[in-house]
């Protein structure tokens, strides 16, 4: 086993502030790191759930609907890198993941819309929860039945530390667009006063610094308070890698990272035990605590070598081979309005098209088959964003996952839909 860099209590009910080490929840340059390593090794590093255990392995969804996002995502270090300078490029090969033997499920949540809400929150404003038992490289959920299929494992959120000038252009732009409708929150605005006329209602365009629940590793007293107050939130994905959540980044993958700050100050967390493009439920994926073993490198120079100022990927071959799906399409219409090459519509589109063809093919509700396509690992594509007005996506769901067959009657065979 690789050398453990950074170690979780096995009770996963202590919060990561109270770690030997503590982790972060939010980006700044002048978090210290837990620790430095060598490049060209390979370590063990432990993660929390991104929630920092809020979610509990029951039949209600009151953890989700109370959930507390201030402190969130909790991740594991940062990791300093000898030799790492601002320029370089940082390989992470993305060796080995997995849960924690003491918690061997994982979960997928819908938040409630007073709480942020997910990617189909005016259709489903309440929240949900889906536990999902974790058998080997399998998974299945009382709470979606009908269904059991190979993770496709893989960290959501890992990056380098900002360099200062980069953390303030980040606050810059991102208060810049809050700017534009600062009252802009779930359900408090008539839909008039939104960036789009007539477009649902949604949560505030970004989340400027907030210092409290703000979690910065070892800083302290003033320090802390300084660095509270201009680090950036741990939601979005940024020029340094940050919450990308793709799916496809598991093992075998290799990342190359910019790095901006001497050291690189590498951090990782929100691992998922399998997702879908587009985690569309937010609290999505199957979150889960556990490792994740990486390889670390680096290419002197590479930023300017490849002209590249954000981070680019070689994704792993290991993973569920489908070889058979259903495909779903969207377009940028909504409600019968067109928008203007819309991918975010479309993909909504497909995504309701998706479910609404599952409810009846699987006897779920609505919920079920939400929780469903941002847990499972479905192919999200955009198809054309040329054909002016409308772009178009698709989403494909494995065939094999399923305990039946739900191609409609009299195309090859399948259920009834029409049926009792």
């Not at 809020?54 to 270090?77: E, K």
């Not at 959501?156 to 980069?166: E, K, M, N, R, T």
């Not at 006329?197 to 300084?226: E, H, I, M, N, S």
Request: proline fraction near 9%; aromatic fraction near 10%.
């Amino acid at each position: 086993m690789p050398d453990v860099i950074f170690e979780i209590n096995r009770d996963l009910s202590v919060p990561m502030r109270d770690q030997a080490v503590p982790g972060h929840n939010r980006w700044h340059p002048d978090i210290p790191p837990a620790t430095t390593v060598a490049p060209g090794g390979t370590y063990r590093i432990e993660c929390k759930d991104w929630t920092d255990d809020q979610v509990r392995n029951t039949d209600d969804a009151d953890d989700i609907r109370d959930m507390n996002i201030d402190p969130c995502h909790v991740l594991s270090g940062p990791f300093g890198i000898e030799g790492a300078e601002p320029g370089d490029l940082l390989v992470v090969d993305i060796v080995d993941i997995g849960p924690f033997q003491e918690q061997e499920w994982g979960y997928t949540g819908i938040f409630a819309k007073e709480n942020g809400g997910g990617f189909l929150t005016d259709y489903s404003p309440g929240a949900s929860k889906a536990i999902w038992d974790l058998d080997g490289i399998w998974t299945s959920s009382r709470h979606v039945p009908g269904v059991r299929f190979i993770g496709n494992s893989h960290p959501g959120l890992f990056g380098c530390a900002p360099s200062p000038d980069l953390l303030a252009e980040w606050n810059r732009r991102e208060q810049a667009l809050i700017d534009q409708n600062p009252d802009r929150v779930t359900g408090d605005i008539p839909a008039h006063q939104g960036d789009v006329a007539g477009a649902p209602q949604v949560p505030a365009l970004a989340l400027p610094p907030l210092p409290k629940d703000a979690l910065l590793g070892t800083l302290r007293g003033a320090d802390l308070d300084r660095a509270a107050a201009e680090a950036c939130r741990t939601i979005p994905p940024r020029e340094h890698g940050g919450n990308v959540d793709i799916k496809d980044l598991g093992v075998g993958s290799r990342v190359y990272m910019p790095v901006y700050v001497p050291g690189a100050n590498f951090s990782i967390g929100d691992l998922h035990f399998a997702q879908g493009d587009g985690e569309i439920t937010f609290c999505g994926a199957i979150e889960m605590p556990g490792y994740i073993d990486l390889h670390f490198d680096l290419i002197k120079g590479g930023m300017d070598r490849y002209k590249q100022s954000m981070p680019f990927f070689k994704p792993g071959r290991v993973g569920p081979n489908y070889s058979e799906f259903l495909t779903f399409e969207g377009i940028s219409v909504e409600d019968g309005r067109n928008y203007y090459m819309n991918a975010t519509v479309a993909y909504r589109q497909a995504c309701l098209n998706a479910i609404n063809y599952l409810m009846p093919a699987m006897g779920w509700t609505f919920e079920q088959a939400y929780l469903f396509l941002g847990a499972a690992p479905i192919d999200g594509r955009i198809g054309g964003v040329v054909d002016i007005p409308n772009s178009a996506v698709s989403i494909s769901i494995p065939l094999s996952i399923f305990d039946r067959n739900i191609l409609p009657d009299g195309a090859g065979g399948g259920r009834d839909l029409t049926a009792d």
